[in-house]
């Protein structure tokens, strides 16, 4: 096992009616900046109990923060913060909302741009306004961790910073009830891939991590099908909940490697091809394991054997059958996973070859993905 | 899924030759009073790890915090932090120094005497001094959780506190090389039967949370045998150690009923008989399975089928087998399982009886194990 430092102060607050937990919270006398995204807590009921448990508190309100939330549309919110003199943030909405509220609750008490904190990548021993959350799509786990991934539209970039964990975040199960399926599936699936990059990396590192990593990919697994049957059963849109939570908090990434290159070949697809992220997880994944299926090769047959029951002595057949499966689990979401069906062709794998030789990009736990093993992964799933 | 609030603040610090972390973690300034158990850590190492680390910090030390730590003892270490005016407390041990400096953190700045603190129960919107730990025997998990069990000589009474948890715990797997073979005994033990007081309750709850406690009971099954055979392995006893602390930081309880019957029943054994705590859960455990095998029906087939492999169609006799299978478990660690084995006879369970009567004691996720029950859990295992 690698050392390691666990540190999650993140006050969970998890159940059926638990918004109105809010007024409590958030300390008598807050200036609270509320943040949101479209109007879809409108229609399901979130804002009207937000603002009904905030209704002995100062509130202001922005609305807008949009998917993939840029330092264009934040710097409006922040300037709305800096006027009113807010000195607490509460982001209503799904990632995009709460890590774009993590931009603004680092900027309103900072003099200068916000881009320059962006730029400073690692925030998180800065002074930032308390931050707390109201969840409403479970996905990037976003409500219980550090990081946040910034767009600039005029550079056209986009980063991750590491600033604070909210303070608190609610999730109440029955707010996911409304979400359109297409958001549920991108959720359970980004869920999946959160928890496979930090599990199939490195064979033997923590016994107990890997247990748990199996836990959620199980339970996912498990609890995708009835989902997908019924949107709103409490218990398994509260497991979905809590287990995108648990996937991307720290607690199953204890003293081991991770691998992330799924996900930063992904973001190359949705810079130019503006694929959902989860989309383009379910994509390259089975790519990732293909290529690279020998340096991973125990991982992956642990996976195959623990997490989808696949049992055989004959180690490629087996590797081969635990992709397969992988693969038909996401086409079970509604993903198409083929680069073809999704119309990108071998021009765009030249250029993320071309753009990750030009940054000098290595991913991966043993840092070996560069352009050409990039090349090769989206090949394989042409 | 019940609803539930989670918070950890407690900062992790894990892994080989961490101790030294504990001079920046602990602010300079600070006069900090750091507590002892008996000499070991003298021993070990630790002490001079520890003391080298605060070598430019103003530190008083206390020694002799005892196993179920008493109110008696800490009332000198209280007095010593007062007459120091030190504003921090770093315990250097196990559980019990760590559950003795809980209420040493919380008693220095409180103007009357500690039993009243104990007596409050739950402490935890009071002021303390922060607290830290350097761990040195995986077992309780006190390291990050709130509680803490204090013992009153005088008046023969023996309480559970909450309180704050740790400000950061380090962990440096290391320490426990040289635990006497009894002692990582009833480590495993307690850390076993923890997770089932929060497991082995009603089915259906949470399908991650049950996922996680079955990934810890059988990591600790796995690590056993090869921990008997070499207790210089750092990997086994690093993944002993994080699972002794997960097995009871709040990780695995999220929105799940909790048991603990078999802790309560076991109190009395050790009152009684003075019986090692670890040691009367093993004995208990496997009657308050045999007695409430309809009630827990479900997890016990549950647990049964993934973590000790028992598949098969006749309910009965997986129930049996089960149930002997940890037993088994628990003799192969050392313990005597049977009351009749560590003379204990009819009288104490008719005692226990008698005891829960008074107190109208009703135990369990189901509030169903009081004195009559209590008894035929003990003839159970005479």
Known sequence: MNNFTFYNPTKLIFGKDTIPTIAKEIPAGKKVLITFGGGSVKQNGVYTQVTEALKNHEIHEFWGIEPNPSVETLRQAIALGKEKKCDFVLAVGGGSVIDGSKLIAAAIPYDGDAWELVMKRDYSQGHTLPLASVLTLPATGSEMNAGAVISNKTTKEKFAIYTKTPVFSVLDPQTTYTLPEFQ????????FVHVMEQYLTTNGQSPLMDRWAEGILTTIMEIAPKIKQDQNDFDNMA????SATMALNGFISMGVTQDWATHMIGHELTALHGLTHAHTLTIVL?????VLKDQKQEKILQYGQ???????????????MTIEKTESFFRSLGFKTKLSENNITQSTIAEIEKRFIQRGVRLGENRNVDGPVAREILEKVM
């Open 239 to 242: 497991t979905f909940m809590l």
């Open 286 to 290: 089975p790519g990732t394991m293909w």
């Open 184 to 191: 549920v599936s991108c959720g359970l699936a980004d869920t």
């Open 306 to 320: 623990r997490v989808l029951g696949i049992d055989i002595d004959d180690k490629d057949l087996a590797i081969k």
